[in-house]
């Protein structure tokens, strides 16, 4: 079966010579296998009619088209096509009763299609995009016996009620007004409102609008909202986006709660809480904006291990050119070269808020990690060593040159995504080892024609990692950069970061709340403790081992190895693997 998409966006005929339909080989023959539109000039090509020789891919300047071959088998798997040459899926997710039903994947794999066709917001047309009276009946028969039937049956009679936590709660201030308690009390329908907000630890913020929330406050309000709500299947869509290790270990325990009375389906990218959150996991693969293939539900071990390895044994396919490896990390500062910065017994006191720190230094190739609960002053103390805050006491070796990049990237351009690196980085982004391992592994290389204005978060923050790494400077910031990306962009961003410190001898310092980011990534970590909003204490950099031992006895769990594939796992409350560890106290595990 071959696929064959148009990325509309992309396609732009009135800045081209028609290159696709003049070199298609079988136009030239006189096959009508690609059509020009008469109103827009965009191609139509017909699937049936195209021979798969990849020249229209290649001669078009705006790399606008995407030819796939799938296999045949396939065809009777799609679950909804957009138009002709529009975006296809196979397949769905199943919720499943009293489970949480974890799904795995890239952006762009349809994930929301497969949100909107089992809330019923979309009746699937499978595959017959012509078909505007798509009804639930036809859907029902071609379906197998089994858990997703009867799901549909129930959809179709209207007896499924259900409710989505948006991936975006940075949108919400925009959306809605009122307070807090205004909001949830409207939607309050299971009469659990001072029970939600207790366990979620928002009762203090309920007479705050939600302009005045931070991300990590408004995300615990959706995701209150979403449970207040008194429906069949609940759909959590990155719960854990701007929470701390805390936080999200406070969400795994209710949303758990949720399931066992209530379908739940969740999209995570955090692969340690997906890892203990989820019962059962989906995989979602194939080619961003053109289709996407669900596979069959397995356990969470061995779908997270198969989704790093990059190769689904049951499919016999393979959806990563190279696996993603936790290796031990190299030992002490041996290696390390000289000392980029230091400070000592630094101050800051932002309203009711205070910071203090210990003495420290950073040293050249050295990436260091900063963990610690939200509103302990992680981002103010990378404020001061960017040169952005003053301090009030202490001090500050400040004799090095430094690339920020802050937690909240709000860029007001209308230019394209290639005016945009041009302006910040010049032209050695075109070539070279940047342009290998940032700019192509990032996925850059796609975006270069797109409108800033028009990027997704994950794509504006890639571009905003690749642009702080392109600035020349020894010490780089980066506040959050896993926030938006999917799990596979998180670790080909951590890489990113690590070679560059390694090939140019530049040091980094990297907040991040995503154990798996600061595993691949981290030398050393920075830990910050103390209580959100009124006072922090930064001590370290600790050598990485001693920096996690001390880190997540603060947050009260453990990590072990994964026999196979070497990534952390959250060990159980009191399983006999957690007692082991804390026994000796060893909270984050390098036994392999």
Not at 116 to 128: E, K, Q, T
Not at 176 to 186: F, M, Y
Not at 466 to 483: F, K, M, N, T, V
């Amino acid at each position: 079966m071959r696929v064959a998409v148009l990325k509309e966006d992309s396609c732009q005929p009135k800045k081209c010579n028609d290159e696709c339909y003049v070199y298609c080989p079988p136009v030239r023959n006189g096959q009508e296998c690609i059509i020009l539109d008469d109103h827009s000039g965009k191609p139509m090509i017909s699937e049936s009619l195209c021979i798969g020789c990849g020249i229209c891919i290649n001669k078009c300047p705006h790399d606008a088209l995407i030819i796939e071959n799938l296999p045949s088998e396939l065809e009777q798997d799609m679950i909804h096509r957009y138009s002709m040459n529009g975006f296809r899926l196979f397949r769905l997710p199943t919720p499943s009763k009293e489970s949480v039903v974890g799904i795995l994947g890239p952006n762009g794999m349809g994930k929301s299609t497969a949100i909107n066709a089992l809330s019923g917001r979309i009746v699937p047309n499978l595959g017959d995009w012509m078909d505007k009276e798509c009804d639930w009946d036809g859907i029902i028969e071609t379906l197998p016996r089994g858990e997703l039937r009867d799901f549909f049956i129930s959809v179709r009679e209207g007896n499924i009620k259900v409710a989505l936590k948006p991936q975006n709660i940075d949108r919400l201030p925009k959306r809605v007004q009122g307070t807090v308690r205004e909001l949830l009390s409207k939607v309050d329908e299971r009469n659990m409102f001072d029970e939600m907000t207790k366990d979620l630890g928002i009762s203090h913020l309920l007479d705050r609008t939600v302009q005045q929330l931070s991300g990590g406050e408004l995300q615990r309000m959706a995701i209150c909202a979403t449970i207040l709500r008194d429906v069949d299947v609940y759909f959590f869509d990155e719960p854990s986006s701007y929470l701390d290790i805390h936080e999200r270990m406070r969400i795994v325990k209710i949303i758990q709660k949720l399931a066992e009375t209530k379908r739940v389906l969740v999209i995570e990218h955090d692969l340690a809480v997906l890892d203990v959150l989820a019962d059962l996991i989906h995989i979602v693969y194939g080619k961003k904006g053109a289709f996407g293939i669900f596979t069959p539900a397995r356990s969470t071990r061995q779908a997270i291990n198969s989704y790093l390895d990059g190769y689904l044994p049951e499919q016999n396919v393979r959806i990563r050119d190279k696996p993603i490896k936790f290796l031990n990390h190299r030992g002490g500062s041996a290696e390390l070269g000289s000392q980029i910065i230091s400070w000592g017994d630094l101050e800051k006191q932002l309203g009711d808020f205070k910071l203090k720190t210990g003495e420290g230094k950073v040293h050249r190739s050295e990436v260091v990690g900063v963990v610690g609960p939200n509103g302990t002053g992680k981002s103010t103390m990378i404020k001061i060593l960017a040169g952005e805050h003053e301090y009030d006491g202490g001090w500050v070796s400040s004799d090095c040159s430094v690339s920020y990049k802050p937690q909240h990237i709000d860029v007001d351009m209308d230019c394209t995504v290639q005016v945009w690196l041009d302006a910040e980085v010049g032209p050695r982004w075109r070539s070279g080892e940047y342009n290998v391992n940032v700019i192509r592994a990032l996925g850059i290389d796609e975006l270069l024609p797109k409108r800033v204005k028009k990027l997704s978060g994950g794509e504006r923050q890639a571009v905003s990692i690749a642009i702080c790494l392109g600035r020349d400077a020894d010490l780089y910031l980066l506040d959050e950069p896993s926030a938006h990306l999917d799990a596979n962009a998180r670790m080909e961003a951590a890489k990113a970061i690590r070679r560059t410190m390694e090939a140019n001898e530049k040091s980094a310092f990297v907040i991040d709340h995503d154990v798996y980011f600061i595993d691949i990534l981290a030398d050393s970590l920075l830990v910050f403790e103390g209580e959100g909003g009124k006072f922090g204490k930064a001590e370290g950099p600790f050598p990485l081992k001693e920096g996690m031992n001390r880190f997540l006895e603060g947050v009260n769990i453990t990590f072990r190895r994964d026999h196979d594939s070497k990534r952390p796992r959250i060990n159980k409350s009191d399983s006999r693997k957690d007692r082991e560890q804390r026994q000796v106290g060893d909270f984050y595990s390098y036994q392999h």
